[in-house]
């Protein structure tokens, strides 16, 4: 029974929105299996890491309401003041934007940065240009959220990238986030940005590896020793 439960503790769990993906690639590496061995051993491989990629692992967040968590696991891929995208309503002056770029090796699972109410959901067709690229904030397909927290409303939009052409997000207005709280996810790699307003203050760098629900992205007011965390 204990190593049972040990190597239930080393596995992590896969999401839900993953079962039919990964039941499809086991079902086509049999059908191949039948040809030609080999290819059922490919298959077996892509299967693995279909399983892999719709991983959703517990995440331990900080839940003072100072503190912005990354909304994505990935590389941060900008960090600086822009207007933000106009179909948010967030107005015209320049925010604290950071953006977190999820490659198809990256847990796809969403989180929301900061505890709030979803005041705005919107959706807004478009490209599928590299979503590293800066001008992807603007041009390539989107779903957003703003949510009005304890510093002001944010803006968090989920972008499609040039392999990712899903972009699922389950919450809707009205509803409650915590911060670390899953929100959303990405079909294959894609990119999250963060819109905060006011006196923010940028807690990561250009080229520092973020971990959703987990990862200060950014900090109101002065920056404490320890914080308050749940486990999720």
């Given at each position: 029974?204990?190593?049972?439960?040990?190597?239930?503790?080393?596995?992590?769990?896969?999401?839900?929105?993953?079962?039919?993906?990964?039941?499809?690639?086991?079902?086509?590496?049999?059908?191949?299996?039948?040809?030609?061995?080999?290819?059922?051993?490919?298959?077996?491989i892509l299967t693995a890491w279909c399983a892999y990629f719709f991983r959703d692992p517990e995440r331990v967040t900080p839940v003072a309401d100072h503190l912005?968590?990354?909304?994505?696991?990935?590389?941060?891929?900008?960090?600086?003041?822009?207007?933000?995208?106009?179909?948010?309503?967030?107005?015209?002056?320049?925010?604290?934007?950071?953006?977190?770029?999820?490659?198809?090796?990256?847990?796809?699972?969403?989180?929301?940065?900061?505890?709030?109410?979803?005041?705005?959901?919107?959706?807004?067709?478009?490209?599928?240009?590299?979503?590293?690229?800066?001008?992807?904030?603007?041009?390539?397909?989107?779903?957003?959220?703003?949510?009005?927290?304890?510093?002001?409303?944010?803006?968090?939009?989920?972008?499609?990238?040039?392999?990712?052409?899903?972009i699922i997000c389950w919450s809707e207005i009205e509803d409650r986030l915590e911060a670390g709280e899953r929100f959303g996810l990405i079909r294959f790699g894609?990119?999250?940005?963060?819109?905060?307003?006011?006196?923010?203050?940028?807690?990561?760098?250009?080229?520092?590896?973020?971990?959703?629900?987990?990862?200060?992205?950014?900090?109101?007011?002065?920056?404490?020793?320890?914080?308050?965390?749940?486990?999720?």
């Amino acid at each position: 029974m204990h190593i049972l439960t040990s190597i239930r503790n080393v596995l992590t769990p896969i999401h839900r929105a993953g079962y039919p993906f990964i039941a499809a690639f086991f079902g086509v590496s049999v059908v191949l299996g039948f040809f030609w061995q080999p290819l059922f051993w490919l298959g077996m491989i892509l299967t693995a890491w279909c399983a892999y990629f719709f991983r959703d692992p517990e995440r331990v967040t900080p839940v003072a309401d100072h503190l912005v968590v990354s909304p994505a696991d990935g590389r941060v891929s900008f960090v600086g003041l822009v207007a933000p995208p106009a179909e948010l309503g967030l107005g015209t002056e320049p925010m604290l934007r950071v953006s977190v770029f999820m490659t198809v090796f990256d847990c796809h699972v969403n989180r929301a940065p900061m505890r709030g109410r979803i005041m705005r959901k919107l959706y807004r067709e478009g490209e599928f240009k590299n979503a590293e690229l800066d001008k992807a904030s603007a041009v390539n397909e989107r779903s957003s959220l703003v949510i009005e927290t304890s510093q002001g409303e944010i803006g968090v939009v989920q972008i499609a990238g040039l392999i990712a052409r899903r972009i699922i997000c389950w919450s809707e207005i009205e509803d409650r986030l915590e911060a670390g709280e899953r929100f959303g996810l990405i079909r294959f790699g894609s990119r999250l940005d963060v819109y905060m307003p006011g006196s923010v203050k940028a807690r990561v760098a250009e080229g520092q590896t973020a971990i959703a629900g987990e990862t200060v992205i950014a900090e109101y007011g002065e920056m404490l020793k320890s914080w308050p965390a749940r486990r999720d």
